[in-house]
């Protein structure tokens, strides 16, 4: 069985490795890794293949940066040929970028089925260009893989078929859980000078919350406010940068709130794990903070990944600084809110992923 493996956005590459991993491990199964270009810087791209020993992609496309419809267009184009010319009997495609929504389009129209992992979130939310990626791919998908129960209710109710759906469980936290005694060993707190749960640490890069300079400055503000009770530690990425530079001095970056370059896999798992709050708009922070028991502000009025809310740590705020600022002093204050791991997020998801694969293409 040839499966062509999709990865194209930061956020997909510890989704593919622990299948690649798993792949590897049994004789039925051959792959092509596929690299569409969606993200292309170093910091963005790159480090995460050594992270999280992922091999070269077989096939790069290039694609980088553009409108939504020119970049979807643009790896729906090149991957048309990579299917003639590479015939996979399966396209596995991860999580909900771009590059997820491209290629299975790409594959459902060559009648490959398509087999989606982290299907059925759904946030409601179609200002959300991830929300549209996931409904379209979910809809294409021969294999709906599901992280948690509800998302089996989402695609019962979008009338996906029973016999599509798998819950299989997270395979971001296979990632998670298979390098966090690596990641134990980064020197990056020592590096930024900060002290195992003596800071924040910060993620934005929502086009809702970081587009749009009035909304991002609020959030700034509130970071700002924070950043005179502990250090708050801010890997911006690109999307994000752009904003603060055409601020130009616009919005005021205090002291004691330090914006780095994006961190690679090991170096974010360390300091996600040791920081005493994480402020955030990404999913994948979400559900990693839920298996670490780290406290988590959420800069989101909804989540696709609501048992975060129901029985993790995560709190949702929306980007209003008096909310982001009382959460903060709410959790700095109290003890620790009790917190469970959602099932099947154990480390053992590609597993189960491949088992089930096996005995759909049997040799
Ligand atoms: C994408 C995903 C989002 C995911 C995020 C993680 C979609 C619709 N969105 O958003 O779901 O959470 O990745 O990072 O697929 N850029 C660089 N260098 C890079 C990559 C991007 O400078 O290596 C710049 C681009 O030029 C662009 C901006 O960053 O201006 C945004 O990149 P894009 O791929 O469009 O989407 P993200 O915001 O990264």
Redesign the pocket.
Known sequence: MKAAVIV????NFMKAAPLIREFKKRRRFDWVLVHTG????E???RVFFEDLELPEPDIHLGV???S?AE?TAKIMIAFESVVARERPDLVVVV???????ACSLVGAKALVPVAHVEAGLRSFDLAM??EI?RMVTDILSRYCFTTSPEAETNLLREGVKPDRIFFVGNIMIDSLLFYLAKAEESRVLDELGAEPGGYVLVTL???SNVDESGVFAGIMEALAGLARQLPVIFPV???T??TIESARGAIDIPEGLKLIEPLGYLDFVKAMRHARIVVTD???IQEETTVLGVPCITVRENTERPITVEIGTNVLVGPDPGRIRDEAARILAGPARAHRVPPLWDGRTAERIADILEQQFPA
Do not use: C, F, I, W
């Open positions: 194209g956005a930061r956020p969606q993200h292309y810087d910091n963005m791209s980088g940066s553009g939504h970049q999580g909900d970028v771009n590059s997820t929504l260009p991830e990626n890069h929502r086009p990425h690109p999307r940068r752009k990404s999913g994948g």
